[in-house]
C-alpha cells in the first residue's frame, strides 16, 4: 500500500466534508412546492428516539409561534409556518441571505403505531417537540 502525504490527505477530505454540508444545506433550504403548489422551504431537523417516545428539534430561526402549525396525522407529522423578515430589513440592501424566509413546510414520518403530540416549546429559535406512543 503506498502512504499518502497526510497534508493533501487531510485537505482532501476537509474538501469532500465542506462539500457534504453544503449539499445537506442546500436540500433543506432549497425552494419546493407544498400540496398547496406554493413555494416552501424545509428547516432542518434532528430526531432522537427511545422505546417510548420521539423528540424533534426544528431549526426555525425567527418564527413566531402564532405563524406556526403542527399536526399530527395518522403517521405523519407535519409542521407548517412561515419566517419573515424582521420589519426593520425589509427596505434595506441585501448583502447576504442565507437563513430562507417566506413559507415552510416539513413532513416527517413517524414510527408505525399511534404517536401523540405531548408538548411543542419554541426557544432560542428551535421547535423542540415531544411525541409518545399511545396505549
Request: charged share 30%; with cysteine; aromatic share 6%.
Amino acid at each position: 500500500m503506498a502512504s499518502q502525504d497526510p497534508d493533501s490527505w487531510m485537505w482532501a477530505r476537509a474538501r469532500e466534508m465542506l462539500e457534504r454540508a453544503e449539499k445537506l444545506q442546500r436540500q433543506f433550504f432549497e425552494l419546493r412546492r407544498s400540496r398547496s403548489l406554493r413555494p416552501t422551504w424545509e428547516p432542518p431537523v434532528d430526531i432522537f428516539t427511545t422505546d417510548a417516545e420521539i423528540w424533534i428539534l426544528v431549526a426555525l430561526p425567527g418564527v413566531e409561534p402564532e405563524k406556526l402549525e403542527i399536526i399530527v396525522d395518522g403517521e405523519i407529522l407535519g409542521i407548517r409556518g412561515e419566517r419573515s423578515l424582521p420589519p426593520e430589513c425589509r427596505h434595506a440592501n441585501v448583502q447576504r441571505l442565507e437563513i430562507p424566509s417566506g413559507q415552510f413546510e416539513r413532513r416527517i414520518e413517524l414510527p408505525r403505531g399511534q404517536m401523540e403530540l405531548c408538548s411543542s416549546e419554541l426557544r432560542n429559535g428551535c421547535l423542540l417537540l415531544t411525541l409518545k406512543r399511545r396505549g
